[in-house]
């Protein structure tokens, strides 16, 4: 199923960094509306507002609306909680008593992986010191999109390009796994994907994960534990209701997958 996101974030920051702000003061259109547009807040825009943008921004209404595949934010079922641990259990196991391999070798049995998804690999490298915690929703749509031009797939390309490190809790991948698991993604492929995440990203104890370190959805207490534990530097989301509402959390930026892509353009 698809969905259309409004793409105004990205045009602000391409258009010499406009504020959301300046953009309010030129069109009339206040800066809540303006907000609710960027994070998906607002359930639709009429034609006078897109008019208005489109005029300020000098820019066709295309460009300020992308189609893309729908993000799901429904929890995995206690089943595939349970089944996702077996998963991961096995997973990390062998993980940890693999051989030591060089950043290649590893990169070359993720592309395989990729390869048994459907995925295009992509070119290999350096590592980066830039730590980022993914939403589940935004790795699991990534991985599932068939036509990878949606930010979540270009967010994920950027990873396996190696331009950040990915950062993964055990409650991030349990949920990963869970959800890919209801999607109907095969068990031997998911337990490749573990032993993968295993080796290449930055997997940490989750030892905030029990404390509630912010009023906001319990669900998503995870995300910002794994940024407190790791010192991320950001977390990218399309919770408009939680997170994104947050802006930083203890240091950790937290934005939309539109602005995140555009450090790297």
Same mark, same amino acid.
């Given at each position: 199923m698809k969905q259309v996101r409004f793409?105004?974030?990205l045009m602000r920051a391409t258009r010499g960094k406009l504020t959301q702000k300046e953009v309010s003061l030129a069109t009339g259109l206040s800066q809540k509306t303006l907000s609710a547009l960027e994070t998906g807040a607002s359930k639709g825009i009429d034609f006078s507002t897109l008019a208005k943008l489109c005029q300020f921004l000098k820019c066709?209404?295309?460009?300020?609306?992308? $189609?893309?595949?729908?993000i799901e934010d429904i929890q995995p079922s206690k089943e595939? *909680?349970? !089944?996702? &641990?077996?998963i991961i259990g096995r997973g990390l196991d062998r993980a940890m008593n693999a051989p030591k391999?060089?950043?290649?070798?590893?990169?070359?049995?993720?592309?395989?992986?990729?390869?048994?998804?459907?995925?295009?690999?992509?070119?290999?490298?350096?590592n980066s010191v $830039?730590?980022?915690?993914?939403?589940?929703?935004?790795?699991?749509?990534?991985? *599932?999109? !068939?036509? &990878?031009?949606?930010?979540?797939?270009?967010?994920?390309?950027?990873?396996?390009?190696?331009e950040f490190t990915l950062v993964m809790s055990p409650g991030i991948l349990e949920e990963i796994?869970?959800?890919?698991?209801?999607k109907g993604v095969p068990e031997d492929l998911l337990e490749e994907l573990v032993f993968i995440i295993g080796q290449i990203a930055l997997n940490i104890n989750g030892a905030y994960e029990t404390c509630r370190l912010s009023k906001i959805d319990p669900d998503d207490n995870k995300f910002l534990a794994a940024a407190l534990e790791?010192?991320?530097?950001?977390?990218?989301?399309?919770d408009s209701k939680s997170l994104l509402p947050?802006?930083?959390?203890?240091?950790?930026?937290?934005?939309?997958?539109?602005l995140f892509i555009r450090h790297f353009v």
């Amino acid at each position: 199923m698809k969905q259309v996101r409004f793409n105004l974030a990205l045009m602000r920051a391409t258009r010499g960094k406009l504020t959301q702000k300046e953009v309010s003061l030129a069109t009339g259109l206040s800066q809540k509306t303006l907000s609710a547009l960027e994070t998906g807040a607002s359930k639709g825009i009429d034609f006078s507002t897109l008019a208005k943008l489109c005029q300020f921004l000098k820019c066709a209404p295309n460009d300020l609306l992308l $189609l893309e595949d729908e993000i799901e934010d429904i929890q995995p079922s206690k089943e595939s *909680l349970v !089944k996702a &641990k077996e998963i991961i259990g096995r997973g990390l196991d062998r993980a940890m008593n693999a051989p030591k391999k060089t950043p290649e070798e590893i990169w070359e049995a993720f592309d395989a992986l990729e390869a048994r998804f459907k995925i295009p690999s992509n070119r290999i490298k350096s590592n980066s010191v $830039l730590k980022v915690v993914l939403d589940t929703n935004i790795f699991v749509a990534g991985y *599932l999109s !068939k036509t &990878k031009r949606g930010y979540p797939s270009q967010i994920l390309d950027l990873w396996r390009d190696g331009e950040f490190t990915l950062v993964m809790s055990p409650g991030i991948l349990e949920e990963i796994v869970a959800k890919l698991l209801e999607k109907g993604v095969p068990e031997d492929l998911l337990e490749e994907l573990v032993f993968i995440i295993g080796q290449i990203a930055l997997n940490i104890n989750g030892a905030y994960e029990t404390c509630r370190l912010s009023k906001i959805d319990p669900d998503d207490n995870k995300f910002l534990a794994a940024a407190l534990e790791s010192g991320a530097d950001y977390i990218v989301s399309y919770d408009s209701k939680s997170l994104l509402p947050m802006k930083h959390f203890h240091g950790t930026q937290i934005l939309i997958p539109e602005l995140f892509i555009r450090h790297f353009v």
